[in-house]
Nanobody, 124 residues
Framework: QVHLVESGGGSVQAGGSLTLSCVVS????????MGWFRQTPGREREGVAT???????KFAPSVEGRFTISEDNAKNTLYLHLNNLKPEDSAMYYC??????????????????WGQGTQVTVSS
């Protein structure tokens, strides 16, 4: 079964940057859709970005132009680079894999496998 482990979260001042890592086990990153999602108390889990089998990335409007995605094939790791962070970016961030299919929406319900989450806190 696909196993995902996120890391890299922490506390940062507004305008700062963080890089989150998602180590993928028992799965090839480009076999199915991968995604990054985030959630805060009282809010539904929202899509942040997706990574398609051809390497195409898609970002939510709220993070477009500030976040990017990269991969390290040797480490089987997907990275989310969070730049110019804002307090409203504070959330628990989750890495996810679809498990099957080939359509990559920013909808949490579409994804099957999830990591444990890593907390990002941005202060003003």
């Amino acid at each position: 079964q696909v196993h995902l482990v996120e890391s890299g979260g922490g506390s940062v001042q507004a305008g700062g940057s963080l890089t989150l890592s998602c180590v993928v086990s028992r799965h090839t990153i480009r076999r199915y859709c991968m995604g990054w999602f985030r959630q805060t108390p009282g809010r539904e889990r929202e899509g942040v970005a997706t990574f398609d089998v051809d390497g195409t990335t898609k970002f939510a409007p709220s993070v477009e132009g500030r976040f990017t995605i990269s991969e390290d094939n040797a480490k089987n790791t997907l990275y989310l680079h969070l730049n110019n962070l804002k307090p409203e970016d504070s959330a628990m961030y989750y890495c996810a894999a679809m498990g099957d299919g080939n359509w990559c929406p920013l909808w949490a319900s579409k994804y099957t496998y999830w990591g444990q989450g890593t907390q990002v806190t941005v202060s003003s």
